[in-house]
């Protein structure tokens, strides 16, 4: 597809944020087993990361503004534009060598997102969608799945860790869920969980618990890609409670009534 300015602008600073991001992971496998472990030199490659896409954005468009997983967020003189970027989706699986992870630039405007882009370096899959242009993977157009039964579908999710307050709704949710479904993965990254689903690999996804970085170019991609998403609570707004259920229409609402509380 060939897209706007704007989303050049994503995509390109994606592609290169991201070779320098599997540069880093090269050398994580080789921290593993160093006594201290790669936990700071993860960390010094996310803000390294971050740093790089906010240089570039914010030359590309000094005027608007930017939220960062990273940073504090910036006011740009333009109050109806900023970026939201997550500059590595799955820190913990890159931690840990595990080669799923992502680069998440959104742009929104008068709070929508209008253009997202969800790069994946390590299989070099780009993940793109711009307002009213459907979405897209590389060179080819992207749909949802067209399963309507539960029975056949697989959904993603991410798991409470570390204390997280979901951590007993989540248990209920997977009690009703799993035996109504052909099964549940958790693979560590919600940024492309939602691609997934854009896809069509994945029937659905829900999560708690996320931020705006997360999920920012996802839920265009999800939509664009003839996708339903809403926030997990009826009455809630998904980039500000980072609660989110999507999937494809024909098995939405069964999959909505077995995952939102009654
Ligand atoms: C995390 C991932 C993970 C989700 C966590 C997020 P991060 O993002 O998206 O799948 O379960 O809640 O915080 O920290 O790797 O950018």
Redesign the pocket.
């Known amino acids: 597809m060939a897209g706007s300015a704007n989303l050049n602008v994503m995509m390109k600073t994606a592609r290169k944020a991201g070779r320098g991001l599997l540069k880093d992971f090269g050398e994580v496998e080789n921290l593993q087993v160093s006594t201290k472990g790669p936990g700071d030199f993860v960390s010094r490659a996310d803000k390294a990361a971050e740093a790089m896409i906010k240089e570039e954005l914010m030359h590309a468009r000094p005027t608007y503004g930017f939220l960062g997983?990273e940073g504090k967020e910036i006011e740009g003189d333009d109050p109806t534009r900023r970026w939201i970027v997550?500059p590595?989706?799955?820190?913990?699986?890159?931690l840990h060598g595990l080669p799923h992870?992502a680069v998440s630039i959104a742009l929104e405007h008068k709070g929508q997102i209008v253009a997202g882009v969800i790069y994946d370096p390590v299989k070099d899959e780009m993940f793109y969608a711009e307002k009213g242009s459907g979405a897209w993977m590389n060179e080819s157009r992207m749909r949802v799945s067209g399963r309507h039964r539960l029975i056949e579908s697989i959904f993603a999710t991410?798991?409470p860790?570390a204390g997280r307050a979901e951590l007993p709704e989540t248990l209920q949710t997977l009690a009703r869920l799993l035996p109504a479904c052909a099964g549940v993965r958790?693979?560590?990254?919600?940024?492309l969980?939602l691609a997934y689903v854009a896809a069509g690999r994945y029937d659905g996804f829900w999560?708690r618990?996320?931020?705006a970085?997360?999920i920012a170019a996802g839920i265009l991609i999800v939509r664009e890609a003839g996708g339903i998403i809403e926030p997990l609570d009826r009455d809630g707004d998904i980039l500000n409670d980072g609660a989110l259920i999507c999937a494809n229409e024909p098995i939405f609402e069964t999959f909505a009534k077995v995952i939102r509380p009654s």
């Open positions: 997983e997550d590595l989706d799955g820190t913990t699986n890159f992870w991410g798991l860790f958790r693979f560590g990254a919600a940024a969980d999560e618990g996320l931020h970085w997360d």
